[in-house]
């Protein structure tokens, strides 16, 4: 089933058009890079952890391989096989654990830790598998109760050198605390950094969305604005002036019947030409007379035969040649402030004649509308189409095209409106 042209009309005011939504993928989407940064911290930490359990590994083989060259079959040699045999195994188990601070991963550390110090106290040359331990108790426990962990392994790493020196070697009670200050300095701070950048990445996503949001909102608003002056321009006074003429037409029927027909044909005129801008409206937004490439200058033209009639003439006046053809907007904006000037004059003017100028320079174009009607004080409240929608249409319209309206009146000597556009550079589409 169609739609009618009020029906398609109410439709397009309560659902703003598609394409004035802010353009949300201009730049790079804050989310996708959020999520970006963080798979480039995952990766880094996952290298970070391949590097220090195969170091392990290496730690731990390289050692037992000392013990067994320079120690050979001897009575604790067993315990040692099985103590490292049980140490690597032990190690494997803990990814299947996952990073997170459980029951069974503490259980899991405190195994780990207790097999290495016997490891230790049977054959001290495994005490420098204690770097790769380091990394392993900063990353599953609490700050405190990681530097503490890392101290007491660092204790009997140093105890362990010290029973292999034979005497206390500065290098021994130097380098092992050395070495764990420097591992533990280096991942705290890789962590403060990875909790600086999620903290960062978390607020620019929700400052993304927020921006969003707000330019969906002014973007509605805005399509909102357009579309009311739309139908101001368009719909609202052709009913306007098609109220006007039956009215008067109604008062004439009996003492002027040709009068009263006059103004009934120029009625149904004015509703055919405003049901083409209501259709017009409803397909693109575009004025009909400058549809079909029509230019403004007959645009114009058309617009002043069609509101002249018995009670108000309405004469076109053109001075110069644009350089460039004109802009889409600011043809469609100068006709629409023609119209509604005309609009004011003649439900507020009482004007006889009315012309409209438009003047092309080098650097703008300048529409003026006069009448010879009643006049107006401009600064005064009462003034005529102050508390309307006309004015205000057409600053908001000027506005966008970095124009100017001015209106010079006074009682008794009629009215200029007029409205200057900058052509310098291009106009900005409507938001």
């Known amino acids: 089933m169609r739609h009618t042209t009020d029906d398609a009309a109410r ?10 939504e802010p353009a949300k993928d201009a730049g790079p989407n804050a989310e996708d890079a959020g999520r970006h940064a963080q798979g ?6 996952t290298t970070l952890t391949v590097v220090m359990h195969t170091a392990f590994f290496v730690l731990l083989g390289a050692s037992l391989a000392r013990y067994l060259a320079r120690h050979g079959p001897e009575p604790r040699t067993p315990w040692v096989l099985a103590l490292s045999v049980l140490l690597a195994a032990l190690y494997v188990l803990g990814p299947a654990l996952g990073a997170r601070l459980t029951a069974r991963r503490l259980i899991w550390l405190g195994a780990v830790v207790a097999t290495w110090a016997a490891l230790v106290a049977l054959a001290p040359s495994f005490a420098w598998c204690a770097v790769p331990l380091f990394y392993t108790g900063l990353r599953t426990l609490p700050p405190r109760a990681a530097v503490t962990l890392v101290a007491l392994l660092t204790a009997l790493v140093v105890a362990a050198q010290l029973e292999l020196a034979g005497w206390a070697d500065p290098n021994v009670l130097l380098a092992p605390p050395a070495v764990a200050a420097i591992a533990t300095a280096v991942f705290v701070t890789m962590e403060r950094q990875s909790a600086r950048q999620r903290a960062l990445i978390d607020d620019l996503v929700r400052t993304r969305r927020v921006l969003a949001a707000t330019e969906r909102r002014e973007g509605m608003l805005a399509e909102r604005e357009r579309l009311a002056r739309e139908i101001h321009d368009t719909v609202a006074q052709g009913l306007s002036s098609q109220r006007m003429l039956l009215q008067a037409a109604d008062r004439l029927w009996e003492t002027a019947p040709e009068t009263a027909r006059s103004h009934v044909r120029t009625a149904a005129s004015v509703a055919e030409h405003n049901l083409a801008e209501a259709r017009r409206f409803v397909h693109d937004l ?3 007379d400058l549809a079909g490439g029509t230019g403004l200058r007959d645009a114009l033209a058309a617009l002043a035969a069609r509101e002249s009639d018995a009670a108000l003439t309405v004469r076109l006046h053109t001075e110069g040649t644009p350089a460039a053809p004109l802009p889409a907007l600011v043809e469609s904006a100068v006709l629409r402030i023609a119209q509604g000037a005309l609009a004011n004059v003649r439900e507020h003017a009482a ?5 409209i100028t438009l003047t092309c320079l080098d650097d703008q174009i300048v529409l003026d509308v006069a009448d010879d009607g009643r006049g107006f004080a401009p600064d005064t409240a009462g003034a005529p189409g102050i508390r309307g929608h006309g004015l205000p249409a057409m600053r908001a319209r000027l506005r966008q095209l970095g124009g100017t ?9 009629g009215t200029v409106l007029s409205a200057a556009i900058p052509l310098t550079s291009p106009p900005a589409e409507p938001q």
Do not use: M
């Open 11 to 20: 439709d397009a005011v309560r659902h703003p058009a598609p394409d004035v």
């Open 40 to 45: 480039a911290g995952r990766d880094a930490r």
């Open 286 to 288: 575009a004025p009909a």
């Open 351 to 355: 004007a006889g004649t009315a012309t």
């Open 405 to 413: 309206l001015t209106i010079e009146s006074a009682p008794g000597e």
